[in-house]
Antibody
Framework: QVQLQQWGAGLLKPSETLSLTCAVS????????WSWIRQPPGRGLEWIGE???????NYNPSLKSRVTLSVDTSKRQVSLSLTSVTAADTAVYYC?????????????WGKGNTVIVSS | EIVLTQSPGTLSLSPGERATLSCRAS???????LAWYQQKPGQAPRLLIY???YRATGIPDRFSGRGSETDFTLTISRLEPEDFVVYYC?????????FGQGTKVEVK
């Protein structure tokens, strides 16, 4: 059974860089897309982007200028970097898995990391 | 970007009643690219429905989905106490993969 363990700094100052890592255990790593999704307090879900360990990345245009997703296949880890954070980036950040099959959906989610941006 | 509009924003019902949640897309979405999620307070979302109408593993049969193109519906046939939470739809027709703003099902 696949498990996603996330970690990273939870309190940042404005203009700093958010860094989170997600480690995948249990099942195939390269056979899936690995996404980052965030949820501001009391609000809905926003897709940040995803990485395909085989071919590359796909970003939400609204964040593309500040986001970098990277993957370490040997460690089965994916990482999120978000630069120049502001209070608007305060959210719970989820690592999640999307399959490559005929149907597209996110079927596995990490527990989430709360990130607060405050001076 | 495809905008998903969920309605109503809040649905007030009693246990045992039927809930009907709507997800409308700003442009056509193939059924195989439409999913529904349930989110309980303090938890990550959980996949309920994929392909617009297929229940994910372990999802009770009181949950059902239907729809096509721009109109999709999630139905909960008989509300159980644990169903009074928030539901989201998501599309994978066109990147960025967008979510609806959510429907909260609350106890009347």
């Amino acid at each position: 059974q696949v498990q996603l363990q996330q970690w990273g700094a939870g309190l940042l100052k404005p203009s700093e860089t958010l860094s989170l890592t997600c480690a995948v255990s249990g099942e195939s790593f390269s056979g899936f897309y690995w996404s980052w999704i965030r949820q501001p307090p009391g609000r809905g879900l926003e897709w940040i982007g995803e990485v395909d360990p085989s071919s590359g990345t796909n970003y939400n245009p609204s964040l593309k200028s500040r986001v970098t997703l990277s993957v370490d296949t040997s460690k089965r880890q994916v990482s999120l970097s978000l630069t120049s954070v502001t209070a608007a980036d305060t959210a719970v950040y989820y690592c999640a898995r999307r399959g490559r099959g005929f149907y597209h959906y996110v079927d596995v989610w990490g527990k989430g990391n709360t990130v607060i941006v405050s001076s | 970007e495809i905008v998903l509009t969920q309605s109503p924003g809040t649905l007030s019902l009693s246990p045992g009643e039927r809930a009907t949640l709507s997800c409308r897309a700003s442009q056509s979405v193939s059924s195989r690219y439409l999913a529904w999620y349930q989110q309980k307070p303090g938890q990550a979302p959980r996949l309920l429905i994929y392909g617009a109408s297929y229940r994910a593993t372990g999802i009770p049969d009181r949950f059902s989905g239907r729809g096509s193109e721009t109109d999709f519906t999630l139905t909960i046939s008989r509300l159980e106490p644990e169903d009074f939470v928030v539901y989201y739809c998501q599309q994978f027709e066109d990147s960025p993969w967008t979510f609806g703003q959510g429907t909260k099902v609350e106890v009347k």
